[in-house]
């Protein structure tokens, strides 16, 4: 099975990642993750860290003459903006983990659960996903991201806006991103059991990234509110697609099983809860009123969100696909994955 551990802290030393259960002979570079990398630090609404960050992978095992060895493969990003780590405070953020995480793990000092609850931790993240891409390419299935808006704003230049009057008056902004998986075989996840369809998989994969409040795959909540008629996507066959649909509604699954329809995710993004101007708040130590706590932050998290949340779905996806056609090496999953699509149609 493929499965991944993250571990670091915002300011600490570097973020770690583990990922076991990647197939031998892929060819893998630190390129092929830095790209990703490097796309997740782009946005108009981040803040000076992403000045100081130039995030690159380094590939510490799993990986031996530019190809994977099947052993776990184990990733280290350095982090290079330290100085905050040891800068205690107790004026808890509202919509933060501050709160919760500091009465749940008996902390006198709020930094001991920020740095864990940062979104940097998504750096990490973001370096999986890039294996389960590049794994996933090799079989011409491919994943994309796009951000959809950023405070109800479609139009970059209107979202670019927003963003240049959020950051002069201190506040922050949500959004919603938008993840296309194309060239999916059908067949992957289940119908037969709770835990094995593929659409609960992706909605807590997505749902768990920092800020997301919300998932829909296909139509998603417009389901409510579309007729059957409209809402189901009509089949055809014809000989050279095989099976094809004139609509996606259903987001690329039907059942939990991909239905051979590109796999559409969307996320909506909270607006960051460390404000310039903060908010009312309560001191975790002395019970007083207080503003919150101020640090640097980006405006919104909407632009690096969307190449998170395809880190997230391309992981899930590469899971599932190794669960139907997996196999120890590269070659013996393309044999399965094509024994598989001779007898489709
Ligand atoms: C982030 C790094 C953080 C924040 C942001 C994400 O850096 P710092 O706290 O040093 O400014 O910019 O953190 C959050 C959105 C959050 O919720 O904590 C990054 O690398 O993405």
């Known amino acids: 099975m493929l499965r991944y551990l993250t571990a670091g802290e915002s300011h600490g030393s570097a973020l770690l990642a583990i990922l076991e259960g990647c197939p031998a002979n892929l060819a893998l570079s630190e390129d092929d993750i830095n790209r990703d990398l490097e796309r997740r630090q782009q946005g108009y609404a981040r803040g000076e860290r992403m000045q100081i960050e130039q995030d690159k992978v380094e590939i510490v095992s799993g990986v031996r003459n530019g190809k994977t060895i099947g052993s776990p493969i184990g990733l280290r990003v350095p982090n290079k903006s330290t100085e905050f780590f040891n800068k205690p405070f107790t004026q808890l953020r509202p919509g933060h983990a501050d709160l919760a995480g500091a009465i749940k793990y008996n902390q006198k000092d709020v930094r001991n659960i920020l740095e864990r609850a940062s979104a940097r931790e ?82 807590q994969a997505v749902m768990a990234i920092p800020a997301v409040k919300g998932v829909e795959i296909g139509a998603g909540f417009a389901v409510s509110v579309t007729p059957g008629s409209q809402l189901h996507d009509e089949l055809f066959f014809n000989k050279g697609k095989g099976f094809f649909r004139k609509s996606n509604n259903a987001g690329g699954i039907e059942g939990g099983i991909t239905n051979g329809e590109p796999v559409v995710v969307r996320a909506a993004v909270k607006p960051i809860a460390t404000l310039k101007k903060p908010l009312k708040s309560v001191d975790l130590s002395s019970k007083k009123a207080t503003e919150a706590f101020v640090e640097r932050s980006d405006v919104s998290a909407v632009e690096p969100a969307a190449v998170v949340a395809e880190a997230a779905v391309a992981f899930e996806l590469a899971k599932a696909f190794l669960e139907k056609f997996g196999g120890d090496s590269l070659e013996d999953i393309i044999a399965s994955f094509k024994a598989y699509q001779s007898r489709k149609s």
């Open 122 to 203: 998504t750096a990490a993240k973001v370096a999986i996903g890039a294996i389960a891409k590049k794994l996933m390419s090799e079989f011409k299935i491919n994943t994309f991201s796009k951000v959809v808006q950023i405070a109800g704003e479609t139009d970059e230049n209107n979202w670019k806006k927003a963003i240049d009057k959020t950051r002069e008056e201190g506040d922050t902004l949500g959004g919603i991103v938008e993840v296309q998986v194309t060239g999916l075989p059908i067949g992957l996840g289940s119908h037969v059991h709770w835990d094995r369809r593929l659409d609960g998989w992706i909605a």
